[in-house]
Structure formats: C-alpha cells, structure tokens
C-alpha cells in the first residue's frame, strides 16, 4: 500500500477504518490490537516519516520517541464542576489506562517472540511476575518484576534477532528511561530495572550463582561488562533500590521454565501495575 500524506487543518476530522496503514508487526496475538500510534506534524516541517522509522531506536535510547507529536495520555473531562482531588483523580485513572493501552500493545506485538529457545518474551515476565507476586514484596516491585525487559520489547531484540548478545544496546536503561518519561512510573518500579542488570554482575561475583547461569547469560554477561570488582559491588550496594533490583535479577533468572502456568497478563497489568501507576 503506497503512503499518502493528508494535509488537515484546524477543526477537520478525520476518521479512520480498522484499516489504518501502520508498520506496526502482524498481530499474531489472540487478543485484539489494542493502540496504534498515529503521528503528525506541520506541513511546513516537511515529510518526516522515513526520519521517525530511521532514527527510532536511537530516540529511544536517547528517552525521545520520537520528533513527531503526539498524544500525551491526559484527559480531563468538562463536565459539570468536580473538585480539585476528583480531578486529579480522573486525570491519573486517564493517563493509567493509555499506559496499560501501550503495555498491552507492546506484548500483543513483541510478546510472542523468544526470549530463549524455550520461552516466549510474555512467558519469560509472566514467570519473573508471578514469582514477584508469590514473595510478597508488594505492587511497585511485581510490576517491575513483569516489566523489567521491555527494552528488550522496545528495541525488538529476541533469540531470532540475537545482535545484542554481540553489543550490548543497554536495554535496562531504555526500558528503565521509557516507563519513567513516558508512563509516569514510580523509582520504586523504574529503578529496580534500571539496575537489574548491574544485578547480575553483582550476584556473578558468587561462582555458585554464576554456575547456574544459562550459556546465554553468561555470554551477555560479558557483553554487558562481566563480574564486579570489589570496588563496583560496594558501590552498587550503596545504590538506592539495589537490594530489590538484586531480588528481581533472581526472579529473572528463575523465570526461564517451560510449561509454567502463571497468571495471564491482564492479571499483572490490571492488578499490581494499575495500583502501581494511581
């Protein structure tokens, strides 16, 4: 299908069919496709759409989606003359539910690829969730717990497109940077990600623990710059939200089984990551 830009001006409407162009993946999913992103810009900007597709990944690693505007996720309702706090309230329940829109569709595309040859992405945080959720450490951590590899999701990175097991894309950082900037998340849910990684290298110093890594792992584990000193481990121990970023790297390493039943993912994002985001 040929690409044809439309040219609007203020107050047209336009209406689009479920047939909306977009480059998102096929929906292999059983659940619907949940949100599609549909970019603008001012003419006089001129066409900027092979530039968005070009030079996404590094706008995202940058912690900028991209050069195009867009909607924020804020809704206010006009009606009648609630009160400041009812306000607010509407205001973080409407921002809540386009980032559950944006979760859903991040796993309904990325999801069902491999994170290993034996799990899938969606199954792999299922597991490293639901252990979460069974150790009790509350809300904030389940949700990063589930979370914790959506750099992976972002930057498309799976068993079939494997380069960052070669050069290490960070995605701890771009996952950590999305949900912080772009979905409003809580340190007490970003940080732990951010540091998950660093987690490793940190439990790595243990030979038992590094003996029970997947080959996988210790290849990326090399990527991302092998074992800490004595010297990074102090200093990572002294980092705030380290000792739970320690307990979601184990969950992550745990959570690799196959056949596992866990909790759907409506479950999580319905539960602990909507709680986690009000």
Not at 54 to 60: A, G, N, S, T, Y
Not at 200 to 213: C, I, Q, S, T
Request: hydrophobic share 40%.
């Amino acid at each position: 299908m040929d690409f044809v830009p439309v040219e609007t001006q203020p107050g047209d409407v336009l209406v689009f069919s479920s047939y909306v162009p977009h480059r998102s993946r096929v929906n292999r999913s059983p659940a619907s496709r949940r949100l599609l992103y549909l970019t603008y810009n001012a003419a006089r900007e001129g066409y900027l759409r092979d530039e968005y597709y070009r030079d996404k990944v590094q706008r995202i690693k940058s912690g900028q989606l991209s050069l195009i505007k867009h909607f924020d996720g804020v809704v206010d309702s006009g009606v009648g003359a609630p009160s400041s706090s009812s306000k607010e309230e509407e205001k973080a329940a409407a921002a809540a539910a386009v980032v559950t829109g944006q979760i859903y569709e991040l796993f309904d595309t990325f999801g069902k690829t491999m994170y290993d040859p034996v799990v899938t992405q969606e199954e792999h945080a299922l597991q490293t969730a639901a252990l979460a959720e069974a150790s009790g450490w509350g809300d904030h951590l389940v949700t990063a717990a589930l979370l914790h590899d959506v750099g992976h999701l972002l930057l498309d990175e799976h068993a079939g497109n494997d380069s960052f097991l070669e050069s290490d894309m960070c995605h701890e950082e771009i996952g950590a940077e999305y949900l912080a900037k772009h979905c409003n998340f809580p340190p007490s849910v970003t940080e732990p990600i951010r540091l998950h990684v660093p987690a490793k290298r940190f439990l790595a110093r243990d030979p038992v623990y590094w003996e029970g890594l997947s080959d996988a792992s210790k290849r990326s584990l090399e990527v991302q710059g092998g074992t800490f000193s004595d010297a990074e481990a102090q200093a990572f121990e002294a980092l705030p939200f380290s000792a739970e970023a320690a307990k979601l790297r184990e969950w992550d390493d745990l959570g690799k089984a196959k056949g596992v039943a866990t909790p759907p993912l409506r479950h999580f994002v319905e539960g602990a990551m909507r709680r986690s985001l009000l």
